[in-house]
């Protein structure tokens, strides 16, 4: 579910934070603010300030000077990116009830990701999360499944940091199954496996199974029923 959309002067921020290398002139009532609008912060004692994103707290320390210590920048960063957050965030997501042990199933194209944690003992138990890439020209948003991933015979623009944010919405899974829709090397869960296997190792080796079908034929039940059935069959 999406708490707060970042856009306007908040995605100046945004970009700031993740800049390489790290800002040395990054205000701190203006990252204050910045949180404030999406997500909540805490002042402590001791010039401490907890910083709240999607359910993840860290504690930072105000400067003496206006600006935010480059290894507070690179915290803050970290932070973010624990909340799914990426220099190409249009939104960030309420934090997830705590899912334990769950398995995951991925259902995955150029268009968005959605993330089902799965108690294989509970139908009906699962939640969802759906993730998006960033694409401020639109080239994705008019793709067609059958297309996945060309744009007027080019592949569309990646935001690979889409691929992170999955990565990291699983990363306490104990299994994972991937579906996604279309074949080769363009199609979006061969780049996801790639990310996985390049970026992600530990995440990769949780991925049991994977399977393509058309997704725009297959309902939320089918595609469910589906992840449970590749998840069970590597149980036994």
Not at 14 to 21: A, K
Not at 71 to 78: A, C, K, M
Not at 173 to 190: D, E, L, N, Q
């Amino acid at each position: 579910m999406i708490s707060a959309h970042i856009h306007g002067h908040d995605r100046a921020i945004l970009g700031r934070i993740f800049h390489h290398p790290t800002s040395n002139n990054l205000e701190w009532r203006e990252v204050v603010a910045f949180v404030e609008r999406i997500g909540s912060t805490e002042e402590k004692r001791d010039d401490r300030w907890g910083f709240t994103l999607a359910g993840r707290t860290a504690t930072f320390l105000r400067p003496r000077d206006k600006d935010m210590d480059p290894r507070e920048v690179e915290r803050l960063r970290r932070l973010m990116q624990d909340a799914c957050l990426s220099p190409y965030s249009t939104e960030i997501l309420e934090a997830s009830p705590d899912q334990g042990d769950n398995d995951a199933l991925i259902v995955v194209d150029h268009h968005e990701a959605r993330i089902y944690r799965l108690d294989l003992e509970t139908v009906g138990g699962e939640t969802e999360t759906t993730l998006r890439p960033y694409d401020p020209k639109g080239y994705i948003h008019h793709l067609s499944h059958k297309e996945d991933g060309n744009y007027r015979g080019q592949r569309a623009p990646e935001d690979l940091a889409y691929y992170d944010r999955i990565a990291a919405a699983v990363t306490n899974a104990p299994r994972i199954a991937i579906v996604g829709h279309g074949t080769g090397k363009a199609s979006a869960m061969s780049v996801l496996s790639e990310r996985l296997r390049e970026h992600h190792h530990e995440t990769q080796g949780r991925v049991v199974a994977t399977a393509t079908i058309d997704l725009s034929a297959a309902t939320d039940g089918q595609l469910l029923a589906l992840g449970r059935e590749m998840l069970t069959r590597d149980a036994k």
